[in-house]
């Protein structure tokens, strides 16, 4: 019989494989050595549940404080993936950014977000799982206010963004912007709303590493503007030739 | 439930951003021909005579209120097409300039990279012109910042011109 925690495990399950197939994708096309902390991320992730599981047998105690630990470990390396797509990013442009820069940025998106996540929480309960509530909000706030700012970025700015870095931008985004939403329904809903959100939390997860797998598997190195033939440029800078005398 | 209101229409707006930015994404440039089709043609010297405050004057002193007001209206409108095209053109210029920086090394990059960062202040100029233009609309006087994108226009496209230089990518292939 399908029972919630059925389906949760499962899905958990099918997540662990695609986690495989993302590490796989991404060592085999070299792509590890471009992106590391997205490849040290997914290696966290992929190892963190069989630990887990292994502390929760032995000691509910040690599972509590070991989850929480790790929880803060894997957010700390989700913000240096997001630096790494923002370096990607801007490479080239004015807005090159340096890891100060970034860290700014973060302060200033942590104390937006921290107001933020505190007029949305809504649940009655221990100080100590509140606390955790509004904290794990601000967190995934602030990654939606990160990737948010870099699409407008680039939005205005049009930016060249190779695949990897898109791809990682657009699953995180999505799954945390589903995450947050859920959040808040879950708040509202109470108790009731606790298997939606495991449940809706793991699926969006899913189709974040499936987007990953896709545009890891569409990454290219070459770009054919590389080999543009020179005959054309005068095309298209013809008519701007009598501005620029 | 007001609060889960107001964040799900902020999660549909995140939402939208992240279509248009897989939108654009699906519509970065592939080759020069693409760059070539995508290239809005810009008459620099129409444009100079739209925004120039002498033809302005001219206009207001040898026109009655009405008609100034009318020929004002059409003429803004042209120029906001104009922007427009200067502004997708920096866009342009910003990407290819940066394709070029990430595949090439050395000279070439170097050159790509100031020209993405003329490419791009290019690109807020003419912003702060459209801005400028929407305000113009409804209180129409000349317009500076109009004046000063219409420069920088011309100093990026050179560089650009330069910075893709047939000789050096030939040479470079």
Known sequence: ?245 | MTIFLVEFVAALVVLLVFFYGVRKYRRQLRSMEDFRARWKAVDIEAFANIIDPSEERFLRESLSPKDFRRLQRERLHVAGEYLSRVGQNAQLMIQAGQIIERHNSGVEAERARAHVRDAMRLRGLVFRAQCSLAVQKAFPVSNPALEQALRLYGNAAHSFDNALDPGVVTARM
Request: glycine content about 6%.
């Open chain 1, 1 to 245: 019989m399908l029972t919630a925690a059925n389906i949760a495990s499962h899905m958990w399950l099918v997540g662990g494989i695609l986690l495989i197939v993302t590490i796989a994708l991404l060592y085999k096309r070299g792509l590890h050595r471009d992106f590391p902390w997205f490849f040290r991320y997914l290696l966290l992730v992929l190892v963190r549940s069989p630990i887990l599981f292994a502390i929760r047998m032995m000691d509910s105690t040690a599972y509590f404080y070991t989850y929480w630990i790790l929880e803060a470990v894997t957010v700390a390396v989700s913000f240096l993936v997001i630096f790494e797509v923002y370096r990607h990013v801007l490479r080239s442009s004015t807005l090159n950014i340096r890891p100060s820069t970034f860290f700014t940025l973060c302060v200033g998106l942590f104390a937006a977000a921290a107001a933020t996540a505190l007029v949305i929480e809504v649940t009655d309960g221990p100080a100590l799982l509140r606390a955790i509530f509004v904290l794990t909000r601000t967190v995934r706030i602030m990654q939606v206010c990160l990737f948010v700012l870099l699409l407008i970025g680039s939005l205005f700015f049009n930016f060249y963004w190779q695949s990897v870095p898109f791809g990682v931008a657009l699953g995180y985004g999505i799954y945390a912007t589903t995450e947050m939403l859920v959040a808040t329904f879950r708040s509202s809903l109470g108790p009731a709303g606790d298997l939606i959100f495991a449940v809706t939390k793991v699926f969006s997860y899913q189709v974040a590493v499936l987007i990953w797998i896709l545009y890891i598997y569409r990454h290219r190195e070459h770009h054919a503007l590389q080999t543009l033939p020179a005959e054309s440029l005068s095309e298209w800078m013809g008519p701007l030739e009598g501005s620029a005398e």
